[in-house]
């Protein structure tokens, strides 16, 4: 019986890569795996598949009786609904430890890292496995959207040492140069549905029997969202609605502003000014200025109020 090996729901670039470079690890290694996603592929993952000629993961979404590994996520909320009846062999991730459990021993490859796949890069040289050049070139992908170009705090020397290695063995020269266009790829909007933009990149986290949901888009120049941030606020409502969430939040990351536009439905709007200490304007809207990444700067400070 093969292995399945998977990112979160609505995956993003990690997960979709991850995926697919862990699986090509584990079957060098004498396993046999099989890349899955959850959901969907995004914009940003379509242009790095096309860009090295890959086919996307297999759809899958349940996982009952299968042995899988997980790779860029360990939170319950971003599972398949039936992962308590899968076989967990192992974890490949690097955001902060979640609530899914296991039965047996597992191996774990969880580290305080940019991307998943600065951490399945590191796997490889363990193991002296060899990267094929265009595995390569995508994880070296996944790390620039990642890090956003190694801008985000969350990125350290090791994702930077990874990156250019990866591009290295992929040949290609200016890697930061194709990091940019994959967010002006990511950047254009304005074909997207509200519903599509605000559950692009999109998780769930259960914070002490509170749903919270909190999405982020990353662009090049904000002003692209003027005309359309009623709509998105409008479409929020509903999702809080339709999921009976305590609140969703949106973040609109500038990457070259560094920060983030932050509008919040919340049941509790004060819970989520304590968290970051400012004040909602009349919109609902406020600015977070350095604020890059939903891991570190945004979570954690969530967390802490519930
Ligand atoms: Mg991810
Ligand atoms: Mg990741
Ligand atoms: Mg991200």
């Known amino acids: 019986m093969a292995t399945y090996i998977f990112g979160h729901t609505t995956p993003d670039s990690d997960s979709i890569v991850g995926a697919i470079s862990l699986s ?91 991307c998943s796949n600065t951490i399945i890069k590191q796997m490889f040289d363990y193991y002296g496995i060899e990267i094929p050049k265009k595995i390569a070139g995508m994880m070296m992908c996944a790390i620039l959207s990642d890090t956003v170009i190694f801008k985000s705090p969350t990125c350290t020397k090791e994702d930077t040492k990874a990156c250019k290695e990866l591009a290295k063995i992929a040949g290609i020269e200016d890697y930061k140069a194709l990091g940019m266009e994959m967010f002006i790829v990511k950047s254009d909007v304005l074909s997207a549905t509200p519903r599509e933009l605000v559950t692009r990149d999109f998780k769930d986290f259960n914070m002490n029997g509170n749903l919270i949901g909190v999405g982020q888009l990353e662009v090049v120049d904000l002003s692209v969202f003027d005309t359309m941030k009623a709509d998105l606020m409008e479409d929020m409502k509903k999702l809080k609605e339709e999921g009976g969430r305590h609140s969703v939040l949106l973040l609109l990351t500038d990457i070259m502003k560094v920060g983030s536009q932050l509008l919040v439905v919340s049941d509790e709007p004060e819970k989520i000014e304590n968290a970051f200490n400012i004040k909602l304007d009349s919109n609902s809207e406020a600015w977070l200025e350095g604020v890059m990444s939903r891991k570190k700067q945004i979570i954690p400070f969530l967390e802490k109020q519930f």
């Open 24 to 114: 090509y690890l584990k079957n060098q290694l004498g396993e046999d795996t099989i890349p899955a996603r959850q959901g969907e592929i995004n914009p940003e993952t379509a242009f790095i598949l096309d860009k090295f000629d890959h086919e996307a993961p297999e759809l899958k979404t349940e996982f009952a009786g299968e042995d899988v590994y997980l790779v860029d996520f360990s939170d319950l909320a971003q599972a398949p609904k039936d992962i308590k009846e899968a076989n967990i062999l192992g974890i490949v991730d690097h955001h902060k430890l979640g609530d899914i459990t296991t039965d047996a021993p597992l191996e774990c490859w969880i580290r305080p890292v940019g």
